[in-house]
């Protein structure tokens, strides 16, 4: 009996204080003066997301309808967060004064999870120095050059779609959001990767499953997605990496296959890889029209940890 009471007593205590907490949280922007849509406790304004009613994406998008402001506030449970509708606004945070706003508040961690850092997640000077080296991969030269390996994957797809159009019977039906993805998939891996995949004519390529394996909308990636944005240091205390170990594996394995080939042989090609391969090997990305890259004797190990 008595223990009974002294439980109870300690649950109130508990939830007492963590509704204290959220309150005192959930006066960030009121302090500074900063418009803000109310949050609700314990949830903030991330209600909907916890109770598996919608996604992030969609809650993100009715937050933003609801404000006419040039930027709002919002609570992402308890982590503040602010929303910039003023296109000019969000022109000077991502390029005029971007070296001002480094950090994403997403996790990472190089260490337990690779794949991790990325640009998108980098905080601080690591973000910082891999946005300066990044920024001349994407030049309007670059970009034109890598443009035949569009056309490419786009040929195979409108080959793709006069051979079923050629054979139409009736009851043959063609799911267009799958063919898409697929597309999409080949143009990944020819610009980004370097290879040809061409899951357009066969679905169960090993790229495509992976590909597929990764962006499934499991509980366990839908976890991983939630805790990144919403609680970043839970995931990081959970050990809990983007990818499952065997996709992880897969996608570093294209990429030191695929150096180590291109450097054995002296291939060149326009694309994507071979921009990171110069980046890697000079520490530069050299001017439009050069795509050669000279080989190190350093292992590939340490540069794709």
């Known amino acids: 009996m008595v223990f009974g009471v002294f439980f ?143 056309m490419s994957s786009a040929e195979n797809m409108q080959k793709h779609l006069l051979k079923n159009l050629n054979n139409h019977s009736e009851g043959n039906v063609h799911e267009v959001r799958d063919l898409t993805a697929r597309f999409l998939t080949d143009l990944i891996a020819s610009v980004a990767f370097g290879i040809n995949v061409n899951s357009i004519a066969d679905p169960n390529a090993h790229f495509r499953k992976m590909g597929q394996k990764a962006l499934a909308p499991t509980f366990r990636n839908g976890i991983v997605v939630f805790l990144s944005f919403m609680a970043p240091k839970v995931l990081d205390y959970l050990k809990l990496k983007q990818f499952d170990d065997d996709v992880e594996k897969f996608m570093v394995s294209i990429v030191e296959q695929t150096v180590k080939h291109r450097e054995k042989n002296n291939v060149v090609r326009e694309d994507f890889m071979q921009l990171l391969i110069q980046l890697r090997n000079s520490g530069t990305v050299k001017e439009d029209g050069d795509w050669s890259a000279e080989t190190v004797d350093s292992t590939l190990h340490n540069f794709f940890r």
Request: proline share 5%.
């Open 8 to 150: 109870v007593s300690f649950v109130c205590a508990t939830i007492g204080v963590i509704y204290l907490y959220l309150k005192r949280s959930y006066r960030y922007w009121e302090k500074r003066n900063v418009t803000y849509i109310e949050p609700t406790v314990p949830f903030g304004n991330m209600k909907d997301v916890l109770l598996g009613r919608t996604d992030l994406g969609s809650i993100i998008r009715d937050l933003y309808n609801q404000s006419r402001e040039k930027f709002f506030g919002i609570y992402m449970i308890n982590r503040p967060a602010l929303i910039i509708r003023d296109p000019e606004l969000i022109k000077a945070i991502m390029i005029k004064d971007f070296d001002h706003f480094v950090d994403r508040g997403i996790f990472v961690d190089e260490e337990m999870d690779p794949i991790s850092g990325n640009l998108f997640s980098l905080t601080g000077q690591k973000w910082h120095k891999l946005r300066i080296k990044l920024t001349p991969t994407f030049t309007s030269g670059k970009l034109r050059a890598m443009f035949p390996s569009v």
